[in-house]
C-alpha cells in the first residue's frame, strides 16, 4: 500500500496541469511512496491528453481516470476517491501546487500521532512573483508554532471549537485542499463530496468535522493557490449564487438530521451569517455590475434561523463594513434598490480603504 494518494481532478486545465504534477512527482518523501490519481472530468481541451503522457512516463506511479461527463470538482474527487488505496488521501487542484516537502511534513506528523488531519499554511499567489515573495515573506515573519487539536465525543460524534483552532495557530480546518486526510475516515462514514454545484468544499469541511478525532497544523508553507484573476473576472455576473445558498442551508439540515446541530450551534451560526450573508453580498458587490434581488432574502432567512445572533462571537470579529450590513438584518423593511445602489458604493469606498 503506498503511504499518500494524491488525487488531481481536471477541467480544461492544460495550460497549468503540468506544473502541478511537477511538484508532486518531486516530493521529497519519495515517488514510490505516492500514488497519483489524475481524473479529467470530461474536460474539452487536451488536457485528458496531457494526462495520458504523465500516466506514460510514470506507469508505476500515475493513473488516469477519465470521465465522459461532467461532474463538477466534487463528482472528479468522488471519482478518485474510488480508485486510491493510499493510507492518507491529498487533494490539490490542478492550477495549484504543492512545496517540495509538503508530504514529507504532513505524513511525519500523520505517522507519529496518527492524527486524522495534518495541514499547514497556504500562499495565495498571483502571477506577480515579486508579490508572491512579498506574502511569503509575511507568513515566514511572524513566529508561531506547530498546533493540534483533539476533540472530545459526545453523544456519538465529535465536537469541538471553532474559535480554539482559529485562535490556535494560522487559521482553522482546510476547506479540502492542500490537507492529508485519513483515506478510512473518509470511506468508512461516506464522506463524498455533493456533485455537479459550486461551493462544495463548504459543506465537505462542515461535515468532516463531526467524524474526526484530531487535527495537526504545521508551521509551514504547503501548499500555493493559485489566484487567477482572469478567470474571476470573466466570471463576473455568472458566479453561481445559488450554489452558494444551498450548500449552507444543506450544512445545517445536514447537522440536525445528525443530532449535531445544538452542539455546533454557535459555530454553525457564526459560518452561517459570515458565507450565507456577509460573503454573498461581498461577491454580489464586487462581482456584479447589477444587484441581484436576493439581499432582502438573506437578510430575513438570517433572521429566522438565527434570531439571537447578536449573542454570537460574529459580533466581535467583524468589521466595521461588515457590521453595516449587519445592523440590516432587523430592519423591519425591505431595502429599496437606490440604498442597496447608495451602499454599495460606500461598501466598495471601505473595502478600497482596507486594503
Known amino acids: 500500500m503506498k503511504k499518500i494518494s494524491v488525487i488531481i481532478p481536471g477541467y480544461n486545465v492544460e495550460n ?15 515517488l514510490e511512496q505516492i500514488e497519483i490519481l489524475l481524473v479529467n472530468d470530461a474536460s474539452q481541451d487536451q488536457t485528458l491528453r496531457v494526462m495520458l503522457a504523465w500516466e506514460e512516463k510514470y506507469p508505476e506511479n500515475v493513473m488516469v481516470i477519465n470521465c465522459e461527463e461532467n461532474n463538477g470538482c466534487g463528482g472528479a474527487r468522488n471519482v478518485g476517491l474510488q480508485y486510491a ?6 487533494f490539490v487542484d490542478a492550477d495549484d501546487w ?14 507519529q500521532e496518527s492524527y486524522d488531519i495534518v495541514t499547514g499554511k497556504m500562499i495565495f499567489d498571483r502571477k506577480d512573483a515579486e508579490s508572491n515573495m512579498q506574502e511569503i515573506h509575511q507568513y515566514e515573519a511572524a513566529h508561531r508554532s506547530d498546533f493540534s487539536y483533539q476533540a472530545g465525543k459526545v453523544d456519538g460524534i465529535y465536537v469541538w471549537e471553532q474559535r480554539a483552532i482559529r485562535e490556535g495557530n494560522i487559521g482553522g480546518m482546510p476547506t479540502s485542499v492542500g490537507a492529508l486526510y485519513r483515506r478510512s475516515l473518509i470511506l468508512e462514514n461516506q464522506l463524498f463530496f455533493p456533485e455537479k454545484v459550486d461551493y462544495e468544499d463548504n459543506y465537505w469541511r462542515d461535515t468532516l468535522k463531526i467524524y474526526f478525532s484530531g487535527m495537526y497544523i504545521v508551521d509551514k508553507v504547503i501548499y500555493h493557490y493559485c489566484y487567477n484573476e482572469e ?6 455576473n455568472s458566479i453561481r449564487i445559488e450554489d452558494r445558498l444551498f ?24 459560518n452561517f451569517i459570515r458565507r450565507f450573508y456577509l460573503n454573498t ?10 444587484i441581484p434581488d436576493i439581499i432582502n432574502y438573506l437578510r430575513k432567512t438570517v433572521l429566522r434561523l438565527f434570531p439571537d445572533y447578536k449573542k454570537n462571537y460574529i459580533m466581535e470579529r467583524a468589521n466595521e463594513r461588515e457590521k453595516c450590513l449587519i445592523r440590516w438584518l432587523e430592519r423591519e423593511e425591505d431595502l429599496t434598490m437606490e440604498e442597496l445602489q447608495e451602499f454599495k458604493q460606500k461598501y466598495l469606498q471601505m473595502l478600497y480603504e482596507e486594503r
Do not use: P, W
Request: aromatic share 14%; proline share 0%.
Open 16 to 30: 497549468y496541469i503540468d506544473r502541478c504534477i511537477e511538484t508532486v512527482i518531486g516530493q521529497t518523501i519519495g
Open 85 to 90: 488505496s493510499g493510507e492518507y488521501v491529498v
Open 98 to 111: 504543492l512545496e517540495k516537502d509538503a508530504l514529507e511534513e504532513l505524513y511525519r506528523h500523520s505517522a
Open 231 to 236: 478567470s474571476i473576472t470573466q466570471k463576473r
Open 247 to 270: 450548500m449552507e442551508l444543506n450544512i445545517l439540515e445536514n447537522y440536525k438530521k445528525n443530532g449535531a446541530f445544538d452542539h455546533y450551534k454557535e459555530d454553525l451560526e457564526y
Open 281 to 290: 453580498v461581498f461577491v454580489l458587490f464586487t462581482n456584479y455590475d447589477y
